[in-house]
């Protein structure tokens, strides 16, 4: 099983700057990588797969990269509905497909 | 615009067998490229899958709960479903339905299942 461990657990930043999370697989998962949002009450969203490539209708200031075993999201700008706990899960090699435990972003 | 629905118990109790039905509007599950999957998420948790299923009948679960999962589906309904058996309190969590492709999109509202003794 890959495990996917995400770096910080919480960030704290504020509204307009940079928010970096990070997302490390325990081997290779090459660019099957998506990130998820996840706000409180609600299902995850999905915002980013293929490690860099934006979901339907996910704002510009979402942008992923990476591959391999390091793989990063950032949101350019944070807004106010950013703060969130965001996941990654990887679907490389599966069964299972995994997911990290969290980033909390908050203010 | 594909929709889907979790539905089934809120509580069960301790060694009975939770039963969940997804159902999907506003696509076929029969039709396509996509996987249809479960996952849950205890409180205060990520997420864990628990399995997927294709159309044509394959089927594949998590390995950790293989022995106590069952996923099945009736496409006449367009509808798949989930058994979990033996429950313990450990299997108190939100249980999602959502379809995979590359990443898990859309997902259902979730359904909280509590197992008490």
């Given at each position: 099983?890959?495990?996917?461990?995400?770096?910080?657990?919480?960030?704290?930043?504020?509204?307009g700057?940079r928010a970096?999370?990070?997302?490390?697989?325990?081997?290779?998962?090459?660019?099957?990588?998506?990130?998820?949002?996840?706000?409180?009450?609600?299902?995850?969203?999905?915002l980013?797969?293929?490690?860099?490539?934006r979901?339907?209708?996910v704002p510009a200031r979402f942008s992923?990269?990476?591959?391999?075993?390091?793989?990063?999201?950032t949101i350019s700008s944070l807004q106010?509905e950013d703060?969130?706990?965001?996941?990654?899960?990887?679907?490389?090699?599966?069964?299972?497909?995994?997911?990290?435990?969290?980033?909390?972003?908050?203010? | 615009?594909?929709?889907?629905?979790?539905?089934?118990?809120?509580?069960?109790?301790?060694?009975?067998?939770?039963?969940?039905?997804?159902?999907?509007?506003?696509?076929?599950?029969?039709?396509?490229?996509?996987?249809?999957?479960?996952?849950?998420?205890?409180?205060?948790?990520?997420?864990?899958?628990?399995?997927?299923?294709?159309?044509?009948?394959?089927?594949?679960?998590?390995?950790?709960?293989?022995?106590?999962?069952?996923?099945?589906?009736?496409?006449?309904?367009?509808?798949?479903?989930?058994?979990?058996?033996?429950?313990?309190?450990?299997?108190?969590?939100?249980?999602?339905?959502?379809?995979?492709?590359?990443?898990?999109?859309?997902?259902?509202?979730?359904?909280?299942?509590?197992?008490?003794?």
């Amino acid at each position: 099983e890959i495990v996917m461990t995400q770096s910080p657990a919480t960030l704290s930043v504020s509204p307009g700057e940079r928010a970096t999370l990070s997302c490390r697989a325990s081997q290779s998962v090459s660019s099957n990588l998506a990130w998820y949002q996840q706000t409180p009450g609600q299902a995850p969203r999905l915002l980013i797969h293929g490690a860099s490539t934006r979901a339907t209708g996910v704002p510009a200031r979402f942008s992923g990269s990476g591959s391999g075993t390091e793989f990063t999201l950032t949101i350019s700008s944070l807004q106010s509905e950013d703060f969130a706990v965001y996941y990654c899960q990887q679907y490389n090699n599966w069964p299972p497909y995994t997911f990290g435990q969290g980033t909390r972003l908050e203010i | 615009q594909l929709q889907l629905q979790e539905s089934g118990p809120g509580l069960v109790k301790s060694s009975e067998t939770l039963s969940l039905t997804c159902t999907v509007s506003g696509a076929s599950i029969s039709s396509g490229v996509y996987y249809w999957g479960w996952i849950r998420q205890p409180p205060g948790k990520g997420p864990e899958w628990i399995g997927n299923m294709f159309h044509s009948g394959s089927i594949y679960y998590n390995p950790s709960l293989r022995s106590r999962v069952t996923i099945s589906v009736d496409t006449s309904k367009n509808q798949f479903f989930l058994k979990v058996n033996s429950l313990t309190a450990a299997d108190t969590a939100l249980y999602y339905c959502a379809r995979h492709r590359d990443g898990f999109s859309p997902w259902g509202q979730g359904i909280l299942v509590t197992v008490s003794s």
